[in-house]
Nanobody
Framework: QVQLVESGGGSVQAGGSLTLSCARS???????????MGWFRQAPGKEREFVAA????????YYKESVKGRFTISRDDAAPTVTLQMNSLKPEDTAVYYC???????????????????WGQGTQVTVSS
C-alpha cells in the first residue's frame, strides 16, 4: 500500500540538477508521528541503497558518502514534504529513487531499508554522460 508519493524525477546531463519531493498520499497517515524520512535508490542489477535522511525533530541530515556536497535533504513542516536537491549529478547517480519513512529514532540501523516502515513507488532519475 503506497503511502508516500515522490515527484521530480527525470533525465538530465551530467553536471545538471534535479529536485525530488516526497509527500504523504493518505490523510490517515500521520507524518508527524515519524522520526526519520529518507531517500534510497536502486540502480539496475544492484541492491537498494541509502542516499540521505533527515530527522523530524531536530532536522539533522545524514548522507551517503558519495553524495555529500552534491545532494541536500530538507523538509517543510507545513506541507509536510521532504525534498532532495541533487546537484552536480553523475551517470552513476542513475537509479530509481524511493522516499521512505521510519517510526524509529535515528540509529545505527537507519541506513538500512529494514528500518523504514513506509515507502513510495519510486521515481526514475537518469543522468547521461
Amino acid at each position: 500500500q503506497v503511502q508516500l508519493v515522490e515527484s521530480g524525477g527525470g533525465s538530465v546531463q551530467a553536471g545538471g540538477s534535479l529536485t525530488l519531493s516526497c509527500a504523504r498520499s493518505r490523510s490517515t497517515f500521520n507524518l508527524y508521528s515519524l522520526y526519520v524520512m529518507g531517500w534510497f535508490r536502486q540502480a539496475p542489477g544492484k541492491e537498494r541503497e541509502f542516499v540521505a535522511a533527515i530527522t523530524w525533530g531536530d532536522h539533522n541530515p545524514y548522507y551517503k558518502e558519495s553524495v555529500k556536497g552534491r545532494f541536500t535533504i530538507s523538509r517543510d513542516d507545513a506541507a509536510p514534504t521532504v525534498t532532495l536537491q541533487m546537484n552536480s549529478l553523475k551517470p552513476e547517480d542513475t537509479a530509481v529513487y524511493y522516499c521512505a519513512a521510519s517510526r524509529n529514532p535515528w540509529g545505527r540501523s537507519s541506513r538500512g531499508e529494514a528500518a523504514y516502515h513506509y515507502w513510495g513507488q519510486g521515481t526514475q532519475v537518469t543522468v547521461s554522460s
